[in-house]
């Protein structure tokens, strides 16, 4: 009787009470009042509505849009969706308008929504491209010249060059691990050095600043700190914490009143603060971390800058007319008004100053030059410090395109002497370099609705305002930005500006920039300049640097998951298309089979090549050793003496080994040329390269030195085609090239179809899981039967993996890492890496008159198509 009884009372089945019930007997109501189900159901009911998995949860209670939109709710929320990724200053601008990744610890703009593509290509070459790189990390290094140049951290040039060290000029170099050049690379940088007066000597403190990558950052800071021995963070520089809601902490921020502002009030009556938005901190480090570092033995301190100042970049012939058209330089005042103490007090200090003030007029002068020359016209990395007025005072009312006005400047001797010697060295100080002036330009700030208050009360509506000697003064930093330099075609092709300004004036400089016809760019339009350029884009093409392997393995498992989730047969199988890796470069294995091929078919003893190495490798780290070594042994005059000839005599070594290399890639790339296509240039190189001819003799020398070297090319197709990303550069065959010259509608060869020998191991896997799930096998025997193909995935290879120049029909030589349809071009351009021996390999064997062509693949096609391969020196 219990156990009939028990089986009435409980149910057997899955669904609810009154789903038990047939359709015609069931009500909507039943759902939620017991009442409405029969009486022999309804002790069942209750009993499952109090289950706390049948309770109705209590939802969060949602403001209404009126009190989300309230200053105090919309700036706490804001600095909460800004924990894990940290906006830019414009980054609301660009949600409105762009597709928002987050990359590198921030939010940025990728691309437009709208179509404009060609448009943004057009603005890069005949107008003007406004890019917001402000994401980019600038890194303080402030101590005596003399130990900022003892780094022995970098190649050669290192920050010592000639023409940067006066700070006239932008450098750029790469940064290596110390005693370890030239392996282990950190990452690119660009680097300015603070202008220096003539009464300064030597032994005063200067300022450095070092541009570079979010992604490089890390490593070239922990790097830097071991270099100068600054471990010791300053605790003057801990950042305040960012303001949240109100329910969240209650200290907050209370913004100044201004004007008649309203306040938002409690239930008691008492002021609810508003809390302000303060950036502290990047994308890259922890808030709550240090950012500020000294070190008692070399006097050196570091600071991280990010996000202290402001970085645009303007693309484009047109950048002048956009940047005189948008600032105009701010008045000298040499007065002080009652009104204004706060806002100019430092200004009208510095115009005191009759040397500064006539610096200002000289900077004022050299910047009216400007519009009547294109950026590539002036001398590339050119400095130009300035003080400019509160750019939305002549806002216009309407967007316009800036166009240059040639008549009102003529070629004179002025001109002239900007053109050839560039901007003069007093030119280039600015105000930016001082943190007091940066901190009071920002915290003295105008805000938009006095601004706009003030635009209320003129006479005549709409007419200029005149804030006098209340306008903001606002200290920039122009740098000139290179174009292409490298190749015969398009020089001058993507230079520009970039301007450098204080925090807190983004969006006060960004819109007038937008008003006189700039075209924005996001991170695609980044990747575009870079490829038409035919220069490496950060981090994708430094896979070398740890931050470019990462950025290659977070590369890879995003393509991988993506073909996951199609099904097998809405994709490509990669087996039978003969590739090995379509989401990744092995370059690892490519450069090691090279060598491996190298030496059997060369007959190259192994055991020289790594003698070599070792040899070179030795030579380098002694070098850098020594150098430390004297560093750190007691100061006297001897000493001294045998310190600055090792230091001279590893400078002259790197000097040398770098000369070396560039001199290779010289002949590499007339080796690389047809003999039909030599023109004046190339002809020009052969002359002063001492030019060698290609024989086995080079062949040996190259292989004994550079055993593993990549060498950065770029790609040119002759008919019609588009490389993508991770594209195989192959070896035509004689029989290729003598079909090219027989056929004009020859684009290339095809890679016969592969068969695929894991497609029966996958399927077995696939048999093994179901069992395993059905429980059809025992326990024991279930996980060796599964771990022995757990990796494989239909279509493609598992590791490890074969031969790589020899698994297809066609030798492989590297991959493509850039690669689209070019604009500029007409045709489908690539840049990318090939190896150095099979390069050689490949020139030694083809005629003179077809030098320099190779084949490309894409992962997804079996068409090879012919393209032209050029070194770029």
């Known amino acids: 009787m219990k156990a009939m009884l028990k089986a009435v009372t409980q149910k057997s089945s899955n669904t609810l009470v009154f789903q038990s019930l047939p359709r015609h007997m069931r009500r909507r109501a039943m759902s939620h009042n017991i009442k409405r189900l029969p009486r022999r159901l309804r002790e069942l009911a209750r009993i499952e509505t109090e289950k706390p998995e049948h309770q109705k949860k209590d939802l969060p209670k949602s403001k209404c849009r009126k009190a989300r939109r309230r200053r105090t709710n919309l700036v706490a929320e804001f600095n909460r969706r800004q924990k894990k990724n940290i906006w830019l200053e414009t980054h609301i601008w660009h949600a409105k308008r762009f597709h928002m990744v987050k990359k590198w610890g921030y939010c940025l703009g990728d691309r437009p929504t709208t179509k404009c593509y060609r448009a943004c290509y057009r603005a890069m070459t005949n107008h003007c491209l406004l890019q917001d790189l402000s994401y980019y990390c600038c890194l303080e290094l402030v101590g005596k010249e003399e130990e900022l140049l003892t780094a022995p951290c970098s190649e050669w040039p290192t920050f010592a060059a000639i023409s940067c060290l006066p700070g006239k000029r932008q450098g750029s170099l790469t940064l290596y691990r110390i005693d370890k050049y030239p392996e282990e690379a950190l990452g690119p940088v660009t680097f300015i050095w603070k202008p220096t007066n003539k009464s300064d000597d030597s032994s005063q403190s200067r300022q450095l600043w070092i541009w570079t990558h979010p992604a490089f950052k890390k490593d070239i800071l922990e790097e830097l700190k071991t270099v100068f021995q600054c471990s010791e963070p300053m605790v003057t520089c801990n950042p305040e914490p960012v303001p949240t809601l109100p329910l969240e902490e209650t200290k907050m921020y209370v913004a100044e009143n201004i004007g008649q502002k309203r306040k938002s009030k409690s239930q008691g009556g008492e002021t609810v603060a508003v809390p302000v938005k303060k950036i502290i901190g990047d994308g890259t480090r922890d808030s709550h971390q240090p950012y500020c570092w000294t070190s008692q033995t070399t006097g050196v301190v570091i600071s991280d800058l990010t996000m202290e100042i402001l970085r645009y970049r303007l693309i484009g012939p047109l950048s002048h007319c956009v940047l005189t058209e948008a600032l105009k330089v701010a008045s000298l005042h040499t007065e002080m008004d009652s009104g204004n103490s706060e806002i100019t007090s430092w200004w009208i200090e510095k115009c005191r100053n009759s040397d500064q003030a006539s610096v200002h007029l000289r900077q004022e002068a050299t910047f009216e030059l400007l519009q009547g020359l294109s950026p590539s016209d002036i001398p590339s990395g050119s400095v130009l410090g300035l003080t400019v007025g509160d750019p939305r005072v002549n806002l216009p009312k309407k967007r316009s395109k800036s166009m240059p006005h040639p008549e009102k400047y003529q070629e004179n001797q002025e001109m002239k002497q900007l053109i050839l010697g560039g901007v003069p060295a007093e030119c280039a100080q600015s105000f930016l370099w001082d943190q007091n002036i940066r901190k009071s330009v920002t915290d003295t700030k105008m805000p938009e609705q006095e601004l706009n208050l003030r635009r209320s009360e003129l006479l005549v509506p709409g007419s200029h305002l005149d804030l006098g000697p209340q306008e903001s003064k606002i200290p920039v930093l122009l740098v000139q930005h290179p174009g292409k330099i490298a190749g015969e075609d398009r020089p001058g092709w993507g230079s520009g500006w970039d301007i450098y300004l204080p925090k807190g004036w983004g969006m006060a400089f960004w819109l007038p920039f937008i008003y006189q016809g700039a075209r924005i760019g ?118 001294d003496q045998q310190r600055e000839m090792s230091s001279q005599n590893m400078e002259i070594e790197e000097k040398e080994e770098e000369k070396a290399t560039n001199k290779l890639l010289k002949q590499v790339a007339i080796w690389c040329q047809p003999t039909s296509r030599k023109n004046r240039r190339i002809q020009h190189l052969l002359s002063n390269a001492d030019q060698k001819e290609l024989n086995e003799d080079a062949l040996l020398s190259t292989y004994q030195r550079y055993p593993r070297a990549v060498v950065w090319i770029s790609l040119s197709l002759l008919k019609k085609g588009s490389p993508e990303l991770h594209t195989m550069i192959c070896i035509p065959t004689e029989e290729d090239l003598s079909q090219l010259d027989k056929s004009q509608h020859f684009f290339g060869p095809q890679e016969p179809k592969h068969s695929d020998r894991f497609k029966g191991k996958v399927s077995k896997q696939k048999g093994i899981k179901k069992r395993v799930n059905s429980k059809k096998v025992t326990e024991s025997s279930a996980p060796d039967t599964v771990n022995e193909h757990q990796d494989l995935v239909l279509g493609l290879w598992p590791e490890p993996l074969p ?71």
């Not at 031969?803 to 489908?828: E, I, N, W």
Request: charged share 25%; aromatic share 8%.
């Open 522 to 639: 996001g991170l695609r339009e980044a990747l575009k300049h870079s490829l038409y350029k035919r220069t490496p884009h950060v981090p994708h093409d430094y896979p070398d640097c740890p931050a470019g392997a990462q950025f290659a393995k977070e590369l890879e498992s995003n393509l991988l998951e993506k073909f996951k989730r199609r099904p097998p047969a809405k994709r490509a199988n990669y087996v039978k298309h003969g590739t090995l890796a379509p989401f990744s470069c092995p370059w690892s294995k490519l450069t090691q089979d090279w060598e491996a091929r190298s030496k059997n078919t060369k007959g190259i003893d192994a055991a020289t090549i790594d003698n070599k190495a070792c040899a070179s490798g030795e030579q380098i780290s002694c070098g850098l050793s020594s150098e430390s070594h004297a560093e750190e042994s007691p100061v006297m005059d001897a000493l």
């Open 803 to 873: 031969d790589v120049p020899s698994h297809c029909s066609r030798v492989l030589l590297g991959f493509v890492t850039q690669g689209d349809f070019s604009l500029a071009s007409g045709c489908g351009e690539a840049l990318g890496f090939v190896s150095l021996a099979g390069l050689l390999e490949m020139l030694m064997f083809q005629p003179a008159s077809k030098r320099g062509l190779v084949l490309l693949r894409n992962p997804g096609s079996l068409q090879y198509r012919f393209a032209r391969l050029t070194v770029e020196v």
